[in-house]
């Protein structure tokens, strides 16, 4: 009886290996062996979370590589129109004209930087909650003369890493202040540009038209 008994644990016991396809199914089957199991197990959680942080990266620096691309296309627009208005062949009826869609691609550009992914914002640096940039309404001066309203930015300027593997961390973001140079002391703040541009086309100024075009080059 007691060989019987013996026997039929060791035959239940490779049933079990044999329908599950696992060797170890209980801690008591080897301690030893379980432990290592497990702790094979634990690193092939991480791998599946480095894997889910790589494609988390992968969303959001596309959607920014998207962003930068039509920002950079909307940029090239801007200095065709500015040749246009700097033209002496251009008159001050066909420079509002300019200024106007100038002003829209102004619009458009924000909206980029404000490009989301899987609900967080792109370009807000660590914030990724808080939406990067604001547009204040538009005013006029004492000549009647509209003045785009000013665009401000409210994340931050840390940059977010993810842990892609045992030891390497990979940057996935980048702060809008630093691409569009918005209150940043060392860059030109291109939504101010484009507004002073506007102001330019619309006060028929050809000279600061003219200097604006090197700038913008």
Same mark, same amino acid.
């Given at each position: 009886?007691?060989?019987?008994?013996?026997?039929?644990?060791?035959?239940?016991?490779?049933?079990?290996?044999?329908?599950?396809?696992?060797?170890?199914?209980?801690?008591?089957?080897?301690?030893?062996?379980?432990?290592?199991?497990?702790?094979?197990?634990?690193?092939?959680?991480?791998?599946?979370?480095?894997?889910?942080?790589?494609?988390?990266?992968?969303?959001?620096?596309?959607?920014? /590589?998207?962003?930068?691309?039509?920002?950079?296309?909307?940029?090239?627009?801007?200095?065709?129109?500015?040749?246009?208005?700097?033209? /002496?062949?251009?008159?001050?009826?066909?420079?509002?004209?300019?200024?106007?869609?100038?002003?829209?691609?102004?619009?458009?550009?924000?909206?980029?930087?404000?490009?989301?992914?899987?609900?967080?914002?792109?370009?807000?640096?660590?914030?990724?909650?808080?939406?990067?940039?604001?547009?204040?309404?538009?005013?006029?001066?004492?000549?009647?003369?509209?003045?785009?309203?000013?665009?401000?930015?409210?994340?931050?300027?840390?940059?977010?890493?993810?842990?892609?593997?045992?030891?390497?961390?990979?940057?996935?973001?980048?702060?809008?202040?630093?691409?569009?140079?918005?209150?940043?002391?060392?860059?030109?703040?291109?939504?101010?540009?484009?507004?002073?541009?506007?102001?330019?086309?619309?006060?028929?100024?050809?000279?600061?038209?003219?200097?604006?075009?090197?700038?913008?080059?």
């Amino acid at each position: 009886m007691f060989n019987l008994k013996n026997s039929k644990s060791r035959f239940d016991t490779a049933i079990t290996q044999t329908t599950s396809g696992k060797k170890l199914n209980n801690l008591s089957d080897s301690p030893a062996d379980m432990a290592y199991v497990l702790t094979m197990r634990s690193k092939i959680d991480q791998i599946d979370q480095f894997d889910r942080n790589i494609d988390s990266a992968y969303k959001m620096l596309s959607t920014s /590589e998207t962003a930068l691309s039509q920002t950079q296309n909307l940029l090239y627009s801007v200095t065709s129109l500015l040749e246009q208005g700097a033209s /002496e062949t251009t008159d001050p009826a066909g420079r509002l004209m300019i200024a106007d869609r100038i002003d829209a691609i102004r619009d458009e550009m924000m909206n980029f930087a404000n490009s989301e992914v899987m609900g967080k914002y792109a370009f807000s640096g660590s914030a990724i909650d808080t939406i990067p940039f604001t547009k204040a309404a538009d005013t006029t001066d004492i000549n009647g003369v509209v003045i785009p309203g000013v665009i401000t930015y409210g994340g931050n300027n840390d940059t977010m890493n993810t842990q892609a593997d045992f030891s390497v961390q990979v940057g996935m973001n980048i702060p809008g202040d630093d691409v569009f140079g918005v209150g940043s002391a060392t860059q030109t703040d291109i939504f101010d540009r484009l507004a002073d541009i506007t102001y330019a086309l619309r006060t028929d100024d050809t000279t600061q038209l003219g200097a604006y075009q090197s700038d913008m080059d």
